[in-house]
């Protein structure tokens, strides 16, 4: 079965204004749409378009509860992803996400001291990891993503210092290593907190012909969070820019932020979230220090499988689920051509661009650009044959396990 769905778009402030409405062809309202969220999650599962194909079920959270069998197959409890269409035009928070050993002892630990799960304070909403990938449909996808070398920080507090000496503390903990500067800058001791006053102030007057990647991020986000530790932790980090079509991948102890840009967002089906900084929301130091992995890694691009022409595979190792991305021009593109999507269990789809003919072993459904629909375990693998006129192409991303 292909079952129609979608949702509404949710309103966190960081969110753009008219990238979600432009892919989908809806109407710009003039708020802020952030995250369109296409799955089973509680928190906004998706909403059917059809409910009598269904029996009535108004949400796939729904449909699922009633027919488990039917919708996820046999043996299987619940979707192992969420699929999320994003868009920032401000910075999100500095965070991080917890393994599924930390996730487990944060939930009951907050369970048995009684905080309840719509507390805003509650760090553990569910028991339950959230490794994410993300691939760009922007031209560029602005993000901030893992530690890099103390070297590079060097490097760049030297530029942003321009001989002043103001930085010299930051410099003499960085020579301790990542999580000793982390931990002092996190805590905002007194001496932290002066050098996020002095990297702001260095980093409003450095030429922009000096300027690195990351101390422009720092002038940016000094402007928007004057004062917060975050500021200068974005030193520590990759600057990631990722060109339309290009993937990176945040595994659980990953500090990162996305700073501006669309994009296909796929990750467990938690909503689990440590914040160290640059929000409003609440930040829970402690726990954020807890679950981050201090390892200097390189930037953590996702280099797709490709399995045919036009047919891309986005698989990070042992997460449960895989993203398919199947691109074409506006002609039919059958086995031949390589427009199979390889699912496994319930997957879901979401057209970007164009149309796109989805045909399975029962049957077959039509999704324009902006549209998405559940695919039952029993479609099998599915064809995407392209819909419109040669000088047209178009777009889908699947959802599935892994």
Same mark, same amino acid.
């Given at each position: ?25 809806? #109407? $710009?309202? !003039? +708020?802020?749409?952030?995250?369109? @969220?296409? =799955? &089973?999650? %509680? ?9 009598? #194909? $269904?029996? !009535? +079920?108004?949400?796939?959270?729904? @449909?699922? =509860? &009633?027919? %488990? ?334």
């Amino acid at each position: 079965m292909f079952l129609g769905i979608t949702n509404t778009p949710r309103d966190y402030a960081w969110g753009s204004v008219t990238a979600i409405p432009e892919l989908l062809g809806r #109407t $710009v309202t !003039g +708020a802020p749409q952030a995250e369109l @969220w296409l =799955g &089973a999650h %509680p928190g906004s599962p998706s909403v059917v378009v059809n409910p009598a #194909t $269904v029996g !009535g +079920a108004d949400t796939l959270l729904d @449909w699922i =509860g &009633a027919e %488990p069998e039917t919708a996820l197959g046999a043996g299987r409890t619940g979707l192992p992803f969420l699929l999320k269409v994003l868009a920032a035009a401000a910075p999100l928070s500095l965070q991080a996400h917890p393994t599924p050993e930390q996730a487990r002892e944060g939930y009951e630990r907050e369970d048995a001291a009684g905080i309840a799960l719509d507390d805003p304070a509650r760090n553990y909403k569910d028991p339950f990891p959230k490794p994410e990938l993300v691939v760009a449909l922007s031209d560029r996808f602005e993000a901030l993503s893992g530690f890099r070398p103390v070297a590079e920080t060097l490097a760049d507090v030297d530029v942003l210092d321009q001989d002043t000496g103001r930085l010299g503390a930051l410099m003499v903990h960085l020579q301790h290593g990542l999580e000793d500067t982390v931990r002092w800058l996190e805590t905002a001791d007194p001496s932290a907190l002066a050098i996020v006053q002095a990297a702001g102030d260095l980093a409003a007057t450095l030429d922009d012909a000096l300027a690195t990647p990351n101390t422009a991020t720092v002038r940016d986000l000094a402007r928007s969070y004057p004062g917060d530790p975050g500021v200068v932790v974005s030193l520590l980090m990759h600057r990631v820019t990722l060109s339309a079509g290009q993937a990176m991948y945040l595994p659980a102890g990953n500090i990162h932020a996305y700073l501006d840009g669309l994009g296909i967002e796929l990750m467990a089906p938690s909503d689990n979230v440590l914040r160290g900084g640059l929000t409003p929301k609440h930040v829970d130091v402690p726990e954020l220090l807890r679950v981050l992995d201090f390892t200097a890694y390189p930037a953590p691009l996702l280099e797709p499988e490709h399995l045919a022409p036009g047919v891309d595979r986005f698989a990070p190792a042992d997460v449960g689920y895989a993203l398919i991305r199947v691109t074409g021009g506006g002609r039919p593109t059958g086995p031949a051509a390589g427009g199979v999507a390889p699912l496994v269990g319930p997957s879901i789809a979401v057209c970007t661009e164009g149309a796109v003919t989805l045909v399975g072993a029962t049957s077959a459904t039509l999704l324009r650009r902006g549209e998405a629909c559940f695919i039952t375990p029993d479609e099998g693998d599915v064809t995407v044959e392209a819909d419109g006129s040669p000088d047209l192409t178009s777009a889908v991303f699947i959802a599935t396990g892994a």
